[in-house]
């Protein structure tokens, strides 16, 4: 069993920067792809991105590339996600998520565990 816990979430003004962090517990592997979603309101939850704890990450939305990054700590047990130059539109609850068959991919149905989620509220 995997326990996910993001921290980092809070109001930020447009153009700001927030790191977010997901501390994974229980039995985590290198084979795992952590992953990164959010959703704002009234809005599907979409892919933000993701990262093998082995290495290589890939981002979803293009809205995000180039202002957010995916990095992972040196222990298997704590993935980040950098978000800088932040709109209103970045405004959502961010979750963490894990694939223990490390498909790294946007496909929600892969990731088996799912943190509780963190505010992210951008104000302009």
């Known amino acids: 069993q995997v326990q996910l816990a993001e921290s980092g979430g809070g109001l930020v003004q447009a153009g700001g920067s927030l790191r977010l962090s997901c501390a994974a517990s229980?039995?985590?592997?290198?084979?795992?792809?952590m992953g990164w979603f959010r959703q704002a309101p009234g809005k599907e939850r979409e892919f933000v991105g993701g990262?093998?704890?082995?290495?290589?990450?890939?981002y979803g939305a293009d809205s995000v590339k180039g202002r957010f990054s995916i990095s992972r700590g040196s222990a298997l047990n704590t993935v980040y996600l950098q978000m800088n130059s932040l709109k209103p539109e970045d405004t959502a609850v961010y979750y963490c998520?894990?694939?223990?068959?490390?498909?790294?991919?946007?496909?929600?149905?892969?990731?088996?565990?799912w943190g509780q989620g963190t505010q992210v509220t951008v104000s302009s």
């Open positions: 229980g039995r985590t592997f290198s084979s795992y792809v």
């Open positions: 998520a894990a694939d223990p068959l490390g498909r790294l991919g946007a496909t929600q149905a892969f990731y088996t565990y």
């Open positions: 990262i093998r704890w082995s290495g290589g990450s890939v």
